[in-house]
């Protein structure tokens, strides 16, 4: 499985921004998938995750109600909608996949891609 996330960019505080993933090559066997983040000094950290079949998801708590996962699976796409947005959102943003997890232990993501930068301003 490929991925291959886009959309990171400078916004100022309070705004919005939307990342997306693309998967490609053998997304039938995709369990689940989830976008982390990992800000400069910091541990890698989930934001949320997405089962790829039925979509029940998971957000790490100081996510919930400021963003939301999404996926397309005729499209092999998942997106992470993130509104009010706060400079301490900063960080590298990595979407992943996983065979057989879909919460917040990166180490059962077997596919990684490349991440992308979101920065917000004060």
């Known amino acids: 499985v490929q991925l291959q996330a886009s959309g990171g960019g400078l916004v100022q505080a309070g705004g919005s921004l939307r990342l997306s993933c693309a998967a490609s090559g053998r997304t039938a066997d995709i369990y689940g998938m989830g976008w982390f983040r990992q800000a400069p000094g910091e541990e890698r950290e989930l934001v949320a995750a997405?089962?790829?079949?039925?979509?029940?998801?998971t957000y790490r708590d100081s996510m919930k109600g400021r963003f939301t996962i999404s996926k397309d699976n005729a499209k092999n796409m998942v997106y992470v909608q993130m509104n009010y947005l706060k400079p301490e959102d900063t960080a590298v943003y990595f979407c992943?996949?996983?065979?057989?997890?879909?919460?917040?232990?990166?180490?059962?993501?077997?596919?990684w891609g490349r991440g992308t930068l979101v920065t917000v301003s004060s």
């Open positions: 992943a996949a996983s065979r057989s997890h879909y919460g917040e232990d990166r180490s059962r993501y077997e596919y």
């Open positions: 997405i089962k790829w079949n039925i979509g029940v998801t």
